[in-house]
């Protein structure tokens, strides 16, 4: 009898023994379902991220090579390229389209881009300037005014009728800046510093006398009155329509090579490799660890029973 119960209370041991190590291999079981899930949100998680394209950096190698290219252009324009038109405007008006490579690189890469663009085109004509850099600090106040809104409407609106929108606005803020830096600033400083030697009265009325042939009745009283609106007004005018129809009418054509860097194709397949790799070995890893744990629990099953018997 005391075999018999010796026996039973064995038996009964290594039934409770065998509950226990069946309930660590459940415990084990949910445990790998929570990394099996857990490792199939970082799968779905991995291919989202190779889906979705890398942002470009503004200041990437490719941006910076088209600016420099348009920046070239504009400057060689703006050095060489121009002339006067002696029957409509005064003399020192030149005609210049320096500012369309500016629009087209504010409606390529951005408004920050043409901005940048006027700006070198300015300052590199500084150590050649004839007016103590005052025109060219104009030129640079005017080329914004004209680029800066063209090239922020056609960023929120990218149509042919939105850039045509924003070039008006563009010519109409450069309009009207060019009439006010002409007012306060270049008329003043041509009379007063380059032909009156300090003095602006005497500087003034040598102005009205190289404009006299266009402007018969002008005089110093009414200089402004005839000079900003027959002259400066229409003259920009005309230069900025000449620069927004060259822009409207090329930009689409020349959008792929302004564009070079955007549209280049993204190495997802070398990405798409490396996430699969890691897939795989997440997964074996997991198998591996549930299959030594399985065996793990049949060898103590094992040893168990031989005890038992």
Known sequence: ??????????????????????????????SDGEIAQADSVNTETSAEQVKKRPKIKFFSAGNIAVMAILTA?????????????PFMFPGWLDMQISDLPALLGGFALG????????????????????????????DIIVGIAFV????????KYKTRKSALIGLCIGSASAIVCSVLANW????PFYASVMFGGGDYAA??????????????????????????????????????????LIT????KPLSKALHWEIKRKPKSDSSKATADTAVNTQEATAADTV???????ETDGQNISETVE
Do not use: H, W
Request: glycine residues 4%; hydrophobic residues 50%.
């Open 291 to 297: 299959g030594n744990t399985v065996a793990d629990e």
């Open 184 to 187: 306060l600033i270049l008329i």
């Open 1 to 30: 009898m005391k075999k018999d119960a010796t026996k039973q209370d064995q038996t009964a041991s290594v039934d409770a023994s065998v509950t226990e190590k069946d309930a660590e291999l459940k415990a084990g079981t949910l």
């Open 148 to 155: 800066l809104p063209a090239s922020l409407f056609y960023r």
């Open 248 to 251: 409207y009418f090329t930009y």
């Open 73 to 85: 252009i504009s400057f060689i324009l703006y050095m060489f390229v121009k002339f006067p038109l």
């Open 111 to 138: 408004p920050v881009a043409g901005c940048i663009i006027i700006i070198i085109k300015c300052c590199l004509k500084m150590p050649f300037s004839g007016t103590m850099c005052v025109g060219e600090l104009a």
């Open 203 to 244: 500087g003034l009325a040598k102005i009205v006398n190289m404009v006299s042939s266009l402007y018969s009745k002008v005089t110093v009283d009414n200089f402004y009155a005839y000079y900003l609106p027959l002259a400066v007004a229409p003259f920009n005018a005309l230069r900025c329509i000449v620069c927004a």
